[in-house]
């Protein structure tokens, strides 16, 4: 509930309209059973990080590191040995020079397939960044909810299907989950890697469940057990109390300015799995002979681990602020994904807002409630790796962080906005009734 006194604060001290308070403080007040089962799954993951810190001796040497190549880091070790730990996982490469998501995902993918073998995207339309680097046009022709062709030959600049690597696509079924036997009908004697997005990137479809995902796990399997199964796990960790690689999944990969970040690591990326996959992998992340011995991690150890230890209570508060979310826009009409009432398996909440003014007033108005650049306001812009404008507010401690208070929007049909983030539900929670306040004082919405 929140209380008159923090009512009238916002109201003197940030030029809050009293209804667009109370108007959050009702869909709040709907949520409280929901909230405390997020405490109950983040009491638990909190306790496997700790576990994991405690099981590898970490000690405060950890947080030195070298120069140079990089030889014998042991705080890199460390950091590597509690991801493998927290994921249940053989090994892990967890590194600040992996640049983003996409780019552990991309290693993943071109370390472990080879000339000849096939590809599976099982989730539909991978993330646009991916579609690029599968050398995929938006809206290729195997998409069902989509048209268009696959790039040119001329286009191919290094990417999967450049490579001779055939690429496949099985879409989600109409109830918008995994269609397990359109899967098992695709699987072939060639096919190398299963591949599976968590969170919805930026389409129109919820997170996949850690049921639906086993359920892929097991059937693949089922088939071949060397097929490898991959997650995309973006926005995924801590949502649950179990990770993917715990039921079976073979490697996982996402970002560390996202959820396992905890808001404190500065760039990088994880990928954790089997050895042997990791092996594989680390030669294409550096180079063949060198894999993962090499590698500095320029002094981002320790906030990598405290990242880590404190993430599990920032997805919390995203989880949180991201339920408020879709609750109070399905009050005010909007169509919201994943629905209101549903289950969560990542932290994003999509908005149709239908219209270009609507999406960019939101984006801006989240803008205008973080503590990094508040007073300035995003624009659409061409960003690299994406087809359409996005316009994106991130006004946080790091660039781009988007477990950090966050909205953003390609700039295209039917008008979405993806809200996440908020190191902290008070913030979260802010920057919804900002939002709310906001459109209402552009007239682009009345309570
Ligand atoms: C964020 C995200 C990625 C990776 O994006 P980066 O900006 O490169 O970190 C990949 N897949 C999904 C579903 C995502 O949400």
Redesign the pocket.
Known sequence: MIMERYSSYLIKEFNIDEKVISFVEEAESLLSQRFAAIDDTTAICQMKVLKAFQDNHINATHFDWSTGYGYDDAGREAVERVYASVFGTEAALVRPNIV????A?AATLLGLLRPGDELIEVTGT??D??RTVIGKKDGDASNKRGGGSLLGPDDFKGTIRDYGIVYKEVALGDDLDIDIEAIKQAVTPKTRVVAM?????YDWRPAISLESLKAVTDAVHAIDSSIIVML?N??GEFVGTVEPTEFGVDVMAG?L??NPGGGLALSG?YIVGKAALIEQISYRLTCPGIGAECGLTFGQNRNVMQGLFIAPKVVNAALKGAILAGTVYDKLGFEVMPPAEANRSDIIQAIKFGSADKTVAFCQAVQSASPIDSYVSPVPWDMPGYDDQVVMAAGAFVQ?S?IELSADAPLREPYIAYFQGGLTYEHSRFGIIKSLDTLVKKGLIAL
């Open positions: 983003n998501g996409t780019h995902i991978p993330y960044t991916l997005q968590r969170s919805t990137g995309d973006c926005y970002s300015i996202k990326g781009g988007s």
